[in-house]
């Protein structure tokens, strides 16, 4: 059993930065793949960003990529979103997921956080 914690959002400014935790339990966390996506009120959630078990190949959402950076520490544990230049249009709920196998898309992942907010002012 694998269980996420997400942590790390917040309120920012648009061009500002945030960086999202993701704990992860259990003794597997290099076998799997991790993502993190987000859902914005009224809207689907969405792919933002993955990582793979060894943390040598990472992918991006078009919408995101150069501004945000997966990263994972395998001392922790943790899984890492670094932020920068946000958006209005980033605003959303962020939720970490994992699964053994890499994907895009929502039913690639068995295993998910519980999210955490994040709002970016204009």
């Not at 990263?71 to 997921?97: G, H, I, W």
Request: aromatic letters at 14%.
């Amino acid at each position: 059993q694998v269980q996420l914690v997400e942590s790390g959002g917040g309120l920012v400014q648009a061009g500002g930065s945030l960086r999202l935790s993701c704990a992860v339990s259990g003794r597997t966390f290099s076998k799997h793949f991790m993502g993190w996506f987000r859902q914005a009120p009224g809207k689907e959630r969405e792919f933002v960003a993955r990582i793979s078990g060894s943390g040598d190949s990472t992918y991006y959402a078009d919408s995101v990529k150069g501004r945000f950076t997966i990263s994972r520490d395998f001392a922790k544990n943790t899984v890492f979103l670094q932020m920068n230049s946000l958006k209005p249009e980033d605003t959303a709920v962020y939720y970490c997921a994992a699964d053994r196998y890499p994907g895009v898309g929502v039913n690639n992942y068995v295993y998910w956080g519980q999210g955490t907010q994040v709002t970016v002012s204009s």
